[in-house]
T-cell receptor, first 112, second 113 residues
Framework: NAGVTQTPKFRVLKTGQSMTLLCAQD?????MYWYRQDPGMGLRLIHY???????AKGEVPDGYNVSRLKKQNFLLGLESAAPSQTSVYFC???????????FGPGTRLLVL | AQKVTQAQTEISVVEKEDVTLDCVYE???????LFWYKQPPSGELVFLIR??????QNEISGRYSWNFQKSTSSFNFTITASQVVDSAVYFC??????????FGAGTILRVKS
């Protein structure tokens, strides 16, 4: 039981490049989330999904897209990376009701 | 709108001291949950506790205790006899209707030996 995993762990991009971050969970959770963490700002919600095939915008969605084609996977895409997207990205998942969110180990992204 | 305020940006203590991390929240929801997470230097987020809005009982788990006061919209976290391994960033978070977590900015705790 791996819980929530994220790929890759670290990536360096040049401005304008694209990439996809993968989040996978093996807990059969319906809800999945993508956050970014920046110094002094806590974690902010980018996008989330309440089930396979659904996505919704969070607090800071601009510049990102997501897809939830399979229940266990939630992908975060950057179409044209910008230095402002340098951050640590966390994925989380949770079960139904008011269950606790459990987080992946994070992906550190540096955009030059 | 929901908001979580952790006014203490950074706290430094010496080992064995007690330390309290403050958390004040704002919400209009009548049902909500409050959480504390720990982020050690390794970077992962570790769930510590969850408390619902109808349960104001204080909780103690080993050296950790939590004080939830609805009257002051606070959910404070105390570490008794702090240890170097407690050094981390601690986040308070709130989840109301819609089940999205809103995080505070975090408090950096440094415990010196």
């Amino acid at each position: 039981n791996a819980g929530v995993t994220q790929t890759p762990k670290f990536r360096v991009l040049k401005t304008g490049q694209s990439m996809t971050l993968l989040c996978a969970q093996d807990m059969n959770h319906e809800y999945m989330y993508w956050y970014r963490q920046d110094p002094g700002m806590g974690l902010r919600l980018i996008h989330y999904s309440v089930g396979e095939g659904t996505t919704a915008k969070g607090e800071v969605p601009d510049g990102y897209n997501v897809s939830r084609l399979k229940k266990q996977n939630f992908l975060l895409g950057l179409e044209s990376a910008a230095p402002s997207q340098t951050s640590v990205y966390f994925c989380a998942s949770r079960g139904p009701g008011w269950e606790t969110q459990y987080f992946g180990p994070g992906t550190r992204l540096l955009v030059l | 709108a929901q908001k979580v305020t952790q006014a203490q940006t950074e706290i430094s203590v010496v080992e064995k001291e007690d330390v309290t991390l403050d958390c004040v929240y704002e919400t209009r929801d009548t049902t909500y949950y409050l959480f504390w997470y720990k982020q050690p230097p390794s970077g992962e987020l570790v769930f510590l506790i969850r408390r619902n809005s109808f349960d104001e009982q204080n909780e103690i788990s080993g050296r950790y205790s939590w004080n939830f006061q609805k009257s002051t919209s606070s959910f404070n976290f105390t570490i008794t006899a702090s240890q170097v391994v407690d050094s981390a960033v601690y986040f308070c978070a709130l989840s109301g209707y819609g089940n999205k977590l809103v995080f505070g900015a975090g408090t950096i705790l440094r415990v010196k030996s």
